[in-house]
């Protein structure tokens, strides 16, 4: 009786603790031909304030393939850019790490819906995640 009841509350701790976090990523896989798999995960929900930087990581994994992923963004919120022109995961490298940039003129806005597409080895994958524009 015990043992039940202490594994049923660290069974709801658990649950408490990966559901509680506020900052979820997104992961997705797509299959190719011959075994190939692309995973994209996205980066966690960012936040930042007009005139900041925000840093955030894509993270890929491949399977069968090791060409270059290359990363594009959709739908960031009017007045925010990624820094970097070089947006590429080199064929050695599974993360890259960018700069969310947020003009003196952003909007403030909420839980706004990014799209990530990392297309690599012939595949295509996509994954959001959301950025909040703070008041200044």
């Known amino acids: ?33 011959a075994g190939k798999k692309l995973t994209v995960k996205s980066p966690s929900d960012t936040s930042i304030k007009p005139g900041e930087t925000s840093a955030i990581s894509v993270d890929v994994s491949r399977t069968n393939f090791n060409d270059p992923v290359v990363l594009t963004f959709a739908g960031l919120p009017d007045g925010v850019t990624v820094m970097e022109a070089d947006r590429t ?32 080895g012939g595949m295509t994958q996509e994954v959001s995640f959301k950025v909040t524009v703070k008041q200044k």
């Open 1 to 33: 009786m015990i043992r039940n009841t202490f594994l049923k509350a660290v069974a709801l701790a658990t649950a408490v603790l990966a559901l509680g976090t506020g900052c979820s990523s997104e992961s997705k896989t797509v299959a190719g031909p």
């Open 89 to 120: 995961i080199s064929k050695d490298a599974t993360t890259a790490k960018l700069t969310l940039k947020a003009t003196n003129e952003a909007k403030p806005v909420d839980d706004h819906v990014v799209t990530v597409t990392g297309t690599g």
